[in-house]
Structures are given as C-alpha cells and as structure tokens.
C-alpha cells in the first residue's frame, strides 16, 4: 500500500517548455487534489477532482490543466512554464463521506528558468 | 469562497513549554478543521482534526479548540519537546463542495534546548 505517488520528485524546465506531473493513490479514494506551496503562502489549490470524471478550478488555476484518468490517477500539466510556476507542487486524496483526511504525496519541486 | 488566517508565522519556545497556534476563518459553512505537521522537505501530515460539533479534542500532548461563534479554532501543544518543530498549517473545509480544504500559511515552531 504506497498511499500517494507522485512523480516526478525533481524536475528544472526552460521558460515555455511543457510537463505533465503524475499522481497516483491506491487507497481508493474518490477525490484528488493539486496543491502548490510557496513560501509564506501556504498550499494554494490548483485544480481538483471530486469524484471520476470531474474536475473543477482552485483558487490558482492559470497556467494549468488537468486530467482525472481513473479513480486512482490526476495529473496536472503546465501547458508553457512560467518562472511563476517554479514552486513545490503536492498532490492529495481523500476518500470523502466522513472521512476528511488528506493522504499528501511526497510532493514535486519544479524550477522553472 | 473561504479565507483562514494563522498567526503567528514563527514561534519559538523552549523544551517542555506549551505552544499556542491561532486560526480564523471566514465562511460559516465550514465545518471540518484539520491540523498538519511539515518538517522539513516533507509531505504535510495530519496530526489532528477537530469538526463543528465538538468544541475540544485532545490527543496525548496536541488539543485543538474551536469557537464556532467567533470563527476560530487553536492547536496546542504541551510538554514540547525538539521533534516538534515544524512548520504546522491550520484549514478549514466546508461539506460538499469536493472537500476543499483552505489552508493557512503556516506557522514555523522551533523548540529550544
């Protein structure tokens, strides 16, 4: 049981390259998150995913995308980096119902030069 | 949409003192509270979580009360010891709405020999 995988750990990109950050639970939760953390400011949602087949803007969506696959996979791209985006990003679960919980991914820390 | 402030940003105490962490929130709707712990270049993890109905939860050194009324909620930590020291983000969530949570932006505790 890994909880949540995100990959990459690391990653340095070119201002206007592309990526696409992977998330993946096994836990079977029904929702997913993206979160990024900056300092000083806390984790800003990104993008989520209430449930399969949703997904719905945070409070900082500008300059991404993403895609619920499945139930166990929501991946966030950014379309043309920008250095704004250089930031620690998490990805989360939760099962929903009564149980509020986060499960956090390891988090991946991107550069944007 | 919902706005929680945490003060203050960065605490220091010393071994075996008590430590206070304050939050506000904005929305009336908001009815679930969880407390993280990030040391450093780590995930967030849950340390505790207290919802709208229950105005105190303890658990062995850490407590979290909430005032529904005035829109707070604190965490507290008793008997601190060096493993403590974190960063440690307050969030609120309201039900429905995907389980958004809204974090503060963190407050940074170093406890001190």
């Known amino acids: 049981n890994a909880g949540v995988t995100q990959t990459p750990k690391f990653q340095v990109l070119k201002t206007g390259q592309s990526m696409t950050l992977q998330c993946a639970q096994d836990?079977?939760?029904?929702?997913m998150y993206w979160y990024r953390q900056d300092p000083g400011m806390g984790l800003r949602l990104i993008y989520y995913s209430a449930s399969e087949g949703t997904t719905d803007k945070g409070e900082v969506p500008n300059g991404y995308n993403v895609s619920r696959l499945n139930k166990r996979e929501f991946s966030l791209r950014l379309e043309s980096a920008a250095p704004s985006q250089t930031s620690v990003y998490f990805c989360a679960s939760v099962s929903g119902g009564s149980n509020y919980g986060y499960t956090f991914g390891s988090g991946t820390r991107l550069t944007v030069v | 949409g919902e706005n929680v402030e945490q003060h203050p940003s960065t605490l220091s105490v010393q071994e075996g003192d008590s430590a206070v962490i304050k939050c506000t929130y904005s929305d009336s709707a908001s009815n679930y509270f969880p407390w993280y712990k990030q040391e450093l270049g780590k995930r967030p993890q849950l340390i505790i979580d207290i919802r709208s109905n229950v105005g105190e939860k303890k658990d062995q050194r850490i407590a979290v009360t909430l005032n529904k009324t005035a829109k707070h909620f604190s965490l507290h930590i008793t008997e601190t010891q060096p493993e403590d020291s974190a960063v440690y983000f307050c969030a609120a969530s309201a039900r429905g709405g995907g389980n958004k949570l809204t974090f503060g932006t963190g407050t940074q505790l170093k406890v001190e020999l």
């Open positions: 836990m079977n939760h029904n929702s």
